[in-house]
């Protein structure tokens, strides 16, 4: 390309011909100035969210078949492992199971080696009329059951009035809420801790009695000392349970020089009241897992009657280590007394056993006792017999409660 000097470019433009713009200035500054202003235009208002709408559309569609692909194929797995599993145990039943087919054994041997298949968990938490009547059978005839056994398996809490030699001596509960008569042999070695229970609170103390006068002195040791109104109390219950058996119209407590015994909250005391007709119940003394049990007695508040007595009995929470002697299916509907023998008329469910029987029994004759009574009569209590007592006829209540003669 030939190649063109300033000058030459000057003269050819110098040729060419001449331009001239007639507008006016005014038409000229519109026309700019519509161009500069022109408005921009603006997107259309559901060009957004149409936008957003689509790009859902299209996830859905990429992912929905491939969500419902990976299902069926966990679907499929699953078949299979149950079908493995069914036929695993399908198997098994036809091993454990007997042919109707095949020949019976000569000895019997097959027949003793199959093992009936246990019902599954969801089989046993299922409510079933027929397991509630056997349950309930099977309840009935436990104290059957046991009539069986030794007496001497049986756990009895009193003492009769024809066995004599024994002398009582009481012992606080662990916890000092409950005194425990404990009549003993003499040659008797007995171990408070073996029963739950603590070391005597009047070990120190002696005792005279005098029962043609109907009076009692307890001597205390001079500067006796005690610290606490739960001992004090325990060493007032011990002497009066100490002294129960007694025909007592008084019981005088004193120190060795004769004066009155500074007794804790009790104060300067020269009196002890000896029991009266009414104020205790029994219930079961049991210290945590020891397998001794004790019958309790406890205070009841005002002058109760032998029938409210009898509520009483069933009553939880009257001290530590201490549970009712009558279960709570028991219902006591009359009570009747004439001439030293009540007679309780009463409902009952199924007994756990002849020893739950017992218990109960003993506990009301303690408290028959207690409130006055020579003799209790049992009705109601629907069993064929009973190997300890004869609930046919009146039983004498007991001389004395949780005997012992190691």
Same mark, same amino acid.
């Given at each position: 390309m030939?190649? +063109?000097?300033d000058?030459d470019i000057?003269e050819?433009?110098g #040729?060419l011909p $001449?331009m001239?713009?007639?507008?006016?200035?005014?038409?000229?500054y519109?026309?700019?100035?519509?161009r500069?202003n022109?408005?921009? +235009?603006k997107?259309?208002p559901w060009?957004?969210?149409?936008?957003?709408?689509?790009? %859902?559309?299209?996830v859905?569609a990429?992912f929905?078949?491939?969500f419902f692909?990976?299902?069926?194929?966990?679907?499929?797995?699953e078949s299979?492992? +149950?079908?493995?599993? #069914?036929?695993?145990?399908s198997?098994a039943?036809?091993?454990?199971?007997p042919s109707?087919? $095949?020949?019976?054994s000569?000895?019997?041997?097959?027949n003793?080696?199959?093992?009936?298949?246990?019902?599954?968990?969801?089989?046993?938490n299922l409510?079933s009329?027929?397991?509630?009547?056997n349950?309930?059978?099977?309840?009935?005839?436990?104290?059957?059951?046991?009539?069986?056994?030794p007496d001497?398996e049986?756990?009895?809490?009193v003492?009769s009035k024809?066995?004599d030699g024994?002398?009582t001596?009481?012992?606080?509960?662990?916890n000092?809420?409950?005194i425990l008569p404990?009549p003993q042999?003499?040659?008797a070695s007995f171990?408070?801790?073996?029963y739950g229970?603590?070391?005597r609170a009047v070990g120190?103390?002696?005792?005279?009695v005098?029962?043609?006068?109907g009076s009692a002195?307890?001597? /205390?040791?001079d @500067? /006796?000392?005690?610290?606490?109104?739960a001992w004090?109390s325990?060493?007032?219950e011990s002497?009066r349970?100490?002294l129960?058996?007694?025909?007592?119209?008084?019981?005088?407590?004193?120190?060795?020089s004769?004066n009155?015994? $500074?007794? @804790?909250?009790?104060g300067e005391?020269?009196?002890?009241?000896?029991?009266?007709?009414g104020?205790?119940? /029994?219930?079961l003394?049991q210290y945590?897992?020891s397998?001794? +049990?004790l019958?309790?007695?406890i205070?009841?508040?005002?002058?109760?009657?032998f029938?409210d007595?009898?509520?009483m009995m069933?009553e939880?929470?009257?001290?530590?280590?201490?549970?009712?002697?009558?279960?709570?299916h028991v219902q /006591?509907n009359?009570?009747?007394?004439?001439?030293g %023998?009540?007679?309780i008329?009463?409902?009952?469910?199924?007994?756990?056993?002849?020893?739950?029987?017992?218990?109960?029994?003993e506990?009301?004759l303690?408290?028959?006792?207690?409130f006055g009574?020579?003799k209790v009569?049992?009705n109601?209590?629907?069993?064929s017999?009973?190997?300890?007592?004869?609930l046919?006829?009146?039983?004498d209540?007991?001389?004395?409660i #949780?005997?012992?003669?190691?």
């Open positions: 030939k190649k +063109r000097s000058e000057k050819a433009l #040729n $001449s001239e713009d007639r507008q006016s200035k005014d038409l000229l519109q026309k700019v100035s519509s500069v022109k408005p921009k +235009r997107a259309a060009l957004f969210p149409g936008l957003a709408t689509i790009a %859902v559309l299209l859905l990429v929905i078949p491939v692909s990976n299902n069926g194929m966990l679907t499929v797995e299979a492992d +149950r079908t493995n599993e #069914n036929a695993e145990s198997t039943n036809e091993e454990t199971t109707f087919d $095949s020949p019976p000569e000895n019997g041997e097959e003793a080696e199959i093992k009936e298949t246990e019902p599954s968990s969801e089989e046993k409510p009329e027929k397991n509630d009547e349950q309930t059978q099977e309840n009935a005839s436990k104290l059957e059951e046991k009539q069986g056994e001497t049986l756990d009895s809490l003492l024809d066995e024994y002398t001596r009481s012992y606080p509960g662990k000092g809420e409950v404990i042999k003499q040659e171990t408070p801790e073996r229970l603590a070391e120190e103390l002696e005792y005279q005098d029962e043609t006068e002195v307890v001597t /205390f040791p @500067g /006796f000392n005690v610290s606490g109104s004090a325990a060493i007032v002497i349970w100490d129960e058996n007694f025909n007592l119209d008084e019981i005088i407590v004193q120190t060795e004769g009155p015994v $500074s007794l @804790g909250s009790y005391i020269s009196e002890v009241p000896v029991i009266q007709q104020e205790y119940i /029994f219930q003394y945590e897992d397998p001794e +049990r019958l309790a007695p205070s009841v508040d005002g002058s109760p009657t029938q007595a009898l509520s069933k939880r929470g009257r001290g530590l280590y201490v549970s009712p002697a009558v279960p709570e /006591f009359t009570v009747t007394a004439d001439e %023998v009540v007679s008329n009463l409902q009952h469910e199924s007994w756990a056993g002849e020893q739950q029987l017992l218990t109960m029994v506990a009301i303690a408290t028959a006792g207690q009574f020579e009569k049992f109601g209590v629907n069993v017999k009973f190997s300890t007592y004869d046919e006829e009146p039983i209540v007991p001389q004395g #949780n005997p012992v003669a190691e």
